[in-house]
């Protein structure tokens, strides 16, 4: 891999390092005797629902607490690690973790710069097995502030101590783009993961063939 201008990559994690959300919300729904998309309209449309998870990305509120209220909100009488429960059957992006890791081995910086929906009791990164491949972690909940907040962009790029012009950034929410952008930063709109690797892959010099998982080391 060469990566030319870029010196620096700052990935979201949900829709970008991820595969499968919306399904295995619906299966999730579904085995909890909710109607299709409950869990979407829950977080996105219903006003309660968009205030709790709001005060979730930003620390206010705790996962713990969350669960208790979102289960509430869906009428389910089992609140116990609701978003651990509901995002269960989401799967890592492999190709993008692959894409990801091949970057940092080339010597770029590597930042996760994500809006939180808490760390306990159920951590989403360590579920997907993102943590680790990163140089810097700019989470929502531990800053106070969210994305599209310009402030959350600045400390990013402080914390990888690279020039806005070097850093590649990658969203699957349009409406984080446009902030990153003024900086001077370079956006990617992420779509799906196959466009979204050769469009890195053509931008960084990396080669996107190379799918496979590392080997695990195994003793003799």
């Known amino acids: 891999m060469t990566h030319g201008r870029y010196r620096g990559l700052i990935l979201d994690f949900a829709g970008v390092l991820t ?98 929906f808490g760390l306990d009791p159920f951590d989403p990164y360590a579920h997907c097995g993102v943590w680790d491949l990163f140089d810097v972690h700019v989470i929502s909940e531990t800053e106070r502030l969210a994305k599209p907040d310009p402030e959350i962009y600045r400390r990013t790029l402080e914390r990888l101590e690279l020039p806005a012009q070097e850093c590649l950034f990658v969203d699957d929410n349009p409406i984080n783009l446009p902030p990153a952008r003024a900086l001077g930063i370079t956006t990617v709109h992420a779509t799906t993961q196959a466009e979204t690797v050769a469009l890195l892959s053509e931008a960084l010099g990396a080669a996107p063939s190379a799918r496979a998982e590392p080997p695990t080391a195994t003793s003799s």
């Open 19 to 116: 595969d499968g959300i919306r399904e295995a919300h619906d299966a999730w729904c579904a085995a909890e005797g909710l109607p299709p998309r409950a869990w979407e309209r829950a977080l996105e449309q219903h006003p309660e629902g968009r205030r709790f998870y709001r005060a979730l990305e930003i620390g206010e509120m705790t996962q713990d607490e969350w669960n208790r209220r979102t289960a509430r909100l869906l009428g389910l009488a089992d609140h116990h690690d609701l978003m651990g429960r509901a995002w269960r059957a989401v799967r890592p992006a492999i190709d993008m973790r692959n894409l990801a890791r091949a970057a940092r081995g080339a010597g770029l910086r590597l930042a996760l710069l994500s809006n939180s």
